[in-house]
């Protein structure tokens, strides 16, 4: 991962605490996966949850 700053990792926690009871479990091993895809909506959260949701 690139280098992220404080505010990007809370962002990061706040999508995998609304999308944790979506994902599989194998999603949830995936340390990366939360980042990739705030990272793709440019941590819009709202975007973020509802693309990793599809």
Do not use: G, H
């Not at 991962?1 to 505010?7: P, Q, V």
């Not at 605490?17 to 959260?45: G, H, Q, W």
């Amino acid at each position: 991962m690139d280098s992220i700053t404080d505010e990007e990792k809370e962002m990061i926690e706040e999508l995998r605490r609304r999308t944790i009871n979506d994902m599989t479990p194998k999603m949830l091993e995936d340390v990366s996966l939360c980042y990739r895809f705030a990272k793709a909506r440019d941590f819009n959260l709202e975007q973020a949850e509802t693309m990793l949701r599809k």
